[in-house]
């Protein structure tokens, strides 16, 4: 099957100026040399870029802690999901070598308790460490994501692809702003605990969603489940019918044995 080169297109106007140019050269020498031809094909490639396109992007998937400890005979880094367990992991160090500054620059004979504590008086001040010391930070985990070329609900492949490139917000640590978050294709589900309410809540957020997602009444469709059962959704036509409960099921095999046994009766009655 040959192939037309549409004139419209900045690839089929290139085609079809080079097919120009090497039949400009055969006219006018009766072949194509080759030093002339590599000449037009050389600057012919040049109207072209052979660019990988990067169109991924860079998402923040969350934080993490870096731990750096080193000493005369180690160096060793760890992450952690958040600070405390950073320090605590820190602290169990600390305090299973104790014995080397128990009684000394103002240091207990026994750790304390307390995990920031004990590190800050195991280490000493830093101009005073030496070669034993630690770092720890907080940093962003991040990812680089392709998003689908076309975000349809229809589609399993593009809703496998957004789903995959969910993320998890948590909140940052104990005094930290915002609740825990997860966020899917623009929308918001936040779940967490409510002191003030005394209750596990959920909520979700459509404000940021997709532009894919709305519908021509700007709403987005959406069911939402608890264990089994649909306590909302407003898709259109409605999701089918849930399965009969046990109970149901019973009441109907108690009416078709009701009816069966009448059927039955009426038979005898009438041989």
């Known amino acids: ?17 080079l097919a120009d140019l090497l039949d400009g050269l055969q006219e006018s020498t009766g072949e194509w ?8 094909l050389g600057e012919w490639l040049s109207r072209f870029s052979f660019e990988v396109s990067e169109d991924f992007a860079q998402q923040a998937t969350g934080r993490a802690w870096v731990l750096r400890q080193w000493d005369r005979h180690s160096d060793e880094v760890t992450l952690w999901a958040d600070e405390a367990s950073a320090l605590a992991a820190l602290a169990h160090g600390v305090r299973s070598s104790w014995d080397n500054v128990a009684g000394t620059d103002g ?3 026994r750790p304390p308790a307390d995990d920031r504590t004990a590190v800050d008086l195991y280490y000493g001040p830093i101009e ?3 070669d034993e010391d630690y770092v720890l ?14 975000l349809d609900l229809a589609d399993f492949d593009a809703c496998t692809l957004a789903n995959s490139s969910a993320v998890f917000h948590a909140q940052e640590g104990p005094d930290g ?87 039955n009766g009426r038979c005898r009655e009438g041989g």
């Open 33 to 40: 040399p080759g030093a002339d031809t590599v000449d037009i």
């Open 137 to 150: 930070f907080a940093t962003e985990i991040s990812r680089r994501v392709r998003p689908p070329l076309k």
């Open 177 to 263: 702003e915002g609740l825990p978050c997860i966020e899917v294709a623009g929308i918001l589900v936040f779940s967490y605990l409510d002191a003030d309410r005394g209750a596990v809540r959920v909520s979700v957020h459509l404000d940021t969603a997709a532009e894919e997602l709305v519908r021509a009444d700007t709403t987005v469709p959406i069911e939402v489940e608890i264990g089994d059962t649909t306590v909302f959704s407003n898709l259109t036509p409605p999701p089918p019918a849930s399965p009969l409960t046990p109970g149901w099921r019973a009441r109907i095999r108690r009416l078709a044995r009701g009816v069966a046994l009448h059927d």
């Open 128 to 130: 005073e460490r030496g």
């Open 107 to 109: 240091a207990p004979y």
């Open 1 to 17: 099957m040959l192939i037309k080169p549409n004139p419209a297109t900045p690839e089929g106007e290139a085609i079809i100026d």
